[in-house]
């Protein structure tokens, strides 16, 4: 009778395992069963299609794998290494893995140190990792040489039918920037290419050319953002050559450039997003300009500008210096009395429309250290400390003017060794760079940087936003008395909801639950609007799940 009351009980603890449940009010976390401790990180969460999801999985220093779970019980069916073949005897570097209306393609790049050209291919690849024999060649790109070769960017279509890539890369020799954007159907067909060469003026003082952002909307139409930006010492001003290069596929991609012209102001990054009222919205911080032309570069406010793609016209442009109340939070009460500015360390990582048509940008405090390395020669070893800290949240109004701001309070770091630097989407080579938020490479995915950050979630007007946080912060909101993460296997999720005046209402676990699942923000696929399939773990513990916001 004993054995079969033992044996009653461990079957309702494994029910209970496979449906357990996570709750902060209205937020549910719902997991399935517990993976196997195979050691195989979840680095990214490919797709759902055909009630199966996709993950990709990384071990040691360069193995990866595909995964496959059941959508309704998160369980797992197979998972099996991604052999990458050769080129020419060339080994081919992995770069990513995407679903594009149900077709799993794994790309990857080679360099052609003869030519000197880099390569990027594509090839299907099934559900148990074979990577078919017939790839397609994506990017044949020609570049100066191999530590000038640049780095591809990826954005996928909302519909997630279509693939927008780019190559970016310097030729110093030239004091040039060649970039390449194409855009790929579901069979990796070239539906749209375009190649330019920027050539610089060492001359002008103080240049800057930075390939801001790129989009790709419902329609497949694509955007660039273009910012160019020198100080003229005679006339002792600031020369900034703000656009944005539309490509529509209704005009059979014809490039057209919208300027965005203001004055006495620079520009310091800028994020793009597409809306389906055929319009592009664009959002950025700014610095001020001294009487002699010279950018200050630290952060006075963000600006907000919309494109009429009906017309290609800038329908407005508003600056919004950051109030009092945000400078006090973010500096300091004796700085911001000074009227001092910002630090530029802070980078746009989300862009939310809301439903009056005004904007929420999220502006997370973002620093990569790189520490020195040790050992000899392509052995040498890398420490590398990620620190994402305190999101400014700003809602702007229809017209871009500033409706409200607040500051999420938080402090994260997290640091990794690698044997190599391959920071994604936030390249930069003096003065030249591509992107601006910090992407931190698949390599470096399960071990640590993926805890930090936040997932924000926006319904019924209602901003919510979920991290990782030391649970000695319980309660607290005052971004002075916040306690950095530390452990984030300790870690305890928190919520912090934004009502549409921008009070702060947050939300923690009423017990703090021992060996408790702890979230990882930095991987999760975006179902809808207010349902995620997230990835948690303690410790070796791991499990998938998904995140629901309820009405």
């Known amino acids: 009778m ?13 029910s209970i395992s496979l449906n357990a449940q996570n709750k902060i009010d209205k937020i549910n976390m719902t997991y399935g069963e517990e993976l196997p401790d195979d050691k195989q990180k979840i680095v990214k969460i490919i797709g759902e299609h055909n009630n199966k999801i996709y993950a990709l999985g990384f071990k ?3 193995e990866y794998f595909l995964k496959v779970f059941e959508s309704s019980t998160m369980k797992i069916i197979s998972s099996n290494p991604i052999i990458i073949p050769q080129i020419s005897d060339r080994e081919i570097d992995f770069e990513d893995v995407f679903l594009l209306n149900g077709k ?5 790049s080679v360099y052609n140190k003869k030519e000197k050209i880099f390569n990027l291919v594509g090839s299907e690849i099934s559900e148990k990792g074979v990577i078919s024999s017939k790839s397609v060649t994506l990017f044949n790109a020609t570049v100066a040489k191999k530590s000038e070769r640049g780095g591809f960017y990826f954005k996928q279509s909302q519909d997630e039918g279509a693939l927008l890539i780019m190559h970016a890369s310097k030729f110093p020799k030239e004091d040039a920037v060649k970039y ?7 069979n990796l067909t070239t539906l749209f290419s375009n190649e330019e060469k920027v050539t610089f003026d060492d001359s002008k003082k103080d240049f800057e050319f930075t390939i801001s952002d790129f989009e790709l909307n419902f329609q497949d139409d694509i955007f660039l953002v273009i910012n160019e930006s020198y100080r003229d010492s005679k006339k002792k001003e600031k020369v900034e050559k703000f656009q944005v290069h539309i490509f529509k596929r209704a005009n059979g991609y014809k490039k057209e450039v919208v300027d965005i012209n203001f004055k006495d102001k620079e520009i310091i990054n800028c994020k793009m997003m597409s809306t389906n009222k055929n319009t592009l919205l664009l959002a950025g911080f700014y610095s001020s300009v001294r009487e002699n032309g010279k950018a200050n570069k630290e952060l006075k406010g963000i600006y907000n500008a919309t494109i009429n793609l009906a017309n290609n016209v800038n329908e407005n442009l508003k600056f919004n210096e950051f109030d009092y109340e945000t400078k006090v939070k973010l500096i300091g009460e004796r700085r911001a009395k000074k009227g001092k500015d910002v630090k530029p360390l802070y980078n746009i990582t989300h862009i939310i429309e809301k439903n009056d048509g005004g904007l929420i940008v999220l502006s ?5 250290y790189v520490g020195q390395s040790s050992g000899i020669g392509p052995l040498a070893f890398t420490p590398i400390t990620y620190t994402k800290n305190e999101i400014i949240i700003t809602c702007l109004k229809p017209d871009g003017s500033l409706d409200w701001s607040n500051v999420l309070p938080k402090e994260q770091s997290a640091a990794v060794t690698t044997l190599s630097l391959a920071f994604s989407f936030a390249s930069g080579n003096g003065n030249f760079a591509v992107g601006g938020s910090m992407m931190i490479p698949l390599a470096q995915m399960g ?3 993926e805890y930090l950050g936040a997932i924000p979630i926006y319904k019924n007007g209602v901003l919510n936003i979920i991290f990782n946080d030391n649970v000695k912060n319980k309660g607290i909101t005052n971004i002075e008395e916040i306690k950095s993460l530390g452990n ?3 870690a305890v999720p928190s919520l912090f909801i934004f009502d549409e005046k921008g009070s702060i209402t947050r939300k923690d676990p009423e017990e703090v639950i021992k060996n408790e699942l702890v979230l ?3 991987i999760y696929y975006r179902k809808s609007d207010n349902e995620l399939i997230i990835y948690s773990s303690r410790k070796k513990l791991d499990k998938l799940g998904r995140l629901v916001l309820e009405n």
């Open 104 to 108: 799993l393609y794994a790309i990857g």
């Open 364 to 368: 997370e405090y973002q620093l990569v």
């Open 488 to 490: 984030y296997n300790n």
């Open 2 to 14: 004993k054995k079969i009351f033992m044996g009653f009980a461990l079957f309702v603890l494994c």
């Open 447 to 449: 071990k640590g940087p």
């Open 60 to 62: 040691g220093k360069e």
């Open 180 to 186: 390449d954007i194409k855009l790929f159907d579901e």
């Open 520 to 522: 990882r923000p930095g």
